[in-house]
């Protein structure tokens, strides 16, 4: 099985590189591709460059070997939505590969705004990322798709191409890409948030000069 996780990685911190790792590990994946978006389309667009967002998460990631970043999105024009990248995933990797979308909760509970979530459930798997004891389901829709679709194995998952729901538990730590940028527009060190490498790249290229304000966390 192939894990997808998507996100402006702007920048990425350990409040994205653990629950990751705990997905990766837990559902026991291949490999797990983080996928930068170009043009979010829920979000305020990203302060970073698409190549300083790509160069932190290869930094960010390189000591792990199922981690990889997949630079699909940047190099497609428009809004980056979901289906599309799954539906060129999916035409890579043949119509049988089991592919693993990763979403937070708080994603999980808009899923039936998105564009196409039917289309996306058939084309892959949702994994829904929770902290232990956290009820992501408050939606009576959303309650009667997981009804449906609800998995509670790793091995329902790697049966199957896609269409099943997996709630999976893992550490949520409280960081954000905002609190960092702010820190950085403030002068001071967001060391202990971010890797290391990814603190030098930020010290050494100024990539965050004169940004950092932002609205949403990340």
Do not use: N
């Amino acid at each position: 099985m192939i894990g997808i996780f998507g996100g402006t990685f702007d920048p990425v911190h350990f409040g994205h590189l653990r629950p990751a790792l705990e997905c990766l590990q837990g559902l026991d994946l291949e490999q797990l591709r983080f996928i930068p978006l170009k043009v979010p389309v829920h979000r305020p667009q990203p302060c970073a460059s698409p190549a300083a967002r790509l160069a932190m998460l290869e930094a960010a990631i390189a000591d792990e070997p199922r981690f990889m970043v997949d630079a699909r999105e940047l190099e497609r024009p428009g809004r980056s939505y979901s289906y599309d990248t799954l539906a060129s995933l999916r035409a890579e990797r043949g119509a049988q590969r089991p592919l693993c979308l990763l979403v937070g909760a708080d994603a999980f509970a808009a899923f039936l705004r998105w564009h196409r979530p039917q289309e996306i459930l058939e084309l892959a798997h949702l994994v829904v990322m929770r902290r232990p004891g956290h009820r992501a389901l408050v939606d009576p829709e959303l309650e009667a798709l997981y009804a449906r679709r609800g998995s509670d194995t790793r091995a329902e998952l790697a049966r199957a191409p896609g269409g099943r729901i997996l709630f999976q538990e893992v550490t949520q730590i409280d960081i954000s890409a905002t609190r960092i940028r702010r820190l950085l527009a403030t002068g001071q060190s967001p060391r202990y948030l971010l890797p290391e490498p990814v603190r030098a790249y930020i010290a050494r290229t100024g990539v965050y000069d004169g940004c950092g304000m932002g609205e949403l966390p990340a």
